[in-house]
């Protein structure tokens, strides 16, 4: 099997771990399991899977750490399991380069839909064979590589998640348009606004701090009150 249906699995919970690969496996991914954190880099690294899916509690290095040294290295998709209700847990997660998040427990057939949406969107992202690497989006004197998921500014390449990337490039192309969180978590997660779901704002957080040591771009994504956010395209 190729790796676009590889799913690395990380939890400590060997009974969970079983269930799922069994599940997954009915639908044609292979899965590969880990019982700690202490591998993933490597594993990501050796077998280049097309996403892992991320425990956050797990005995030694926890899931967030786990992710935070994963997010330097690679741009894997990454789905986190969160205990249920934990928000700090989930809100990190996403400042961290999390793609989605999943509170334990849960249905394998919600995590299955889950998989299928961010492995489309990853694919949609980072370009299609036959594609020239070397695409440009171009907005106000910024650069979105879309081969590489690369955002040039002034010169320097700055590395973006998947997310960030996705997001980035909805903005970069609706340049100085008030776009609602409604709209935005359609365009970047494909699934519907919810009143209480803050991660399009844990996300826009994120690419400000990356915006802001350039002068010409640390105020380029305008919080329209009331409403949601605006990119200046000039």
């Known amino acids: 099997?190729?790796?676009?249906?590889?799913l690395l699995l990380v939890d400590d919970d060997e009974e969970l771990c079983a269930l799922i690969r069994e599940y997954l496996e009915g639908y044609g991914f292979l899965v590969l399991t880990l019982p700690s954190?202490?591998?993933?880099?490597?594993?990501?690294?050796?077998?280049s899977p097309a996403l892992v899916i991320l425990d956050v509690m797990m005995p030694g290095r926890n899931g967030l750490e786990v992710l935070a040294d994963l997010r330097t290295r690679s741009t894997v998709p990454v789905i986190m399991l969160t205990a249920k209700g934990e928000d700090t847990d989930r809100i990190v997660?996403?400042?961290?380069?999390?793609?989605?998040?999943?509170?334990?427990?849960f249905n394998p057939r919600e995590l299955l839909a889950r998989i299928k949406a961010v492995l489309r969107r990853h694919e949609m992202g980072s370009g299609r064979p036959g594609e020239r690497p070397d695409r440009f989006v171009r907005c106000g004197g910024l650069a979105l590589d879309t081969g590489r998921q690369v955002l040039v500014a002034e010169g320097?390449?700055?590395e973006l998640s998947a997310t960030e990337y996705r997001l980035l490039k909805v903005f970069m192309e609706n340049p100085d348009t008030a776009m609602t969180r409604d709209e935005l978590m359609t365009l970047v997660w494909d699934k519907?606004?919810?009143?209480?779901?803050?991660?399009?704002d844990v996300h826009v957080h994120k690419l400000r701090s990356l915006l802001k040591p350039y002068d010409a771009h640390r105020e380029r994504i305008k919080t329209v009150w009331g409403t949601g956010y605006l990119f200046l395209g000039a």
């Open 192 to 200: 519907d606004f919810n009143a209480y779901d803050r991660s399009i």
């Open 37 to 47: 954190g202490e591998k993933v880099a490597e594993t990501v690294a050796e077998r």
């Open 93 to 105: 997660g996403l400042e961290l380069g999390a793609d989605d998040y999943m509170p334990k427990p």
């Open 1 to 6: 099997m190729d790796n676009a249906h590889l």
């Open 156 to 158: 320097d390449e700055i």
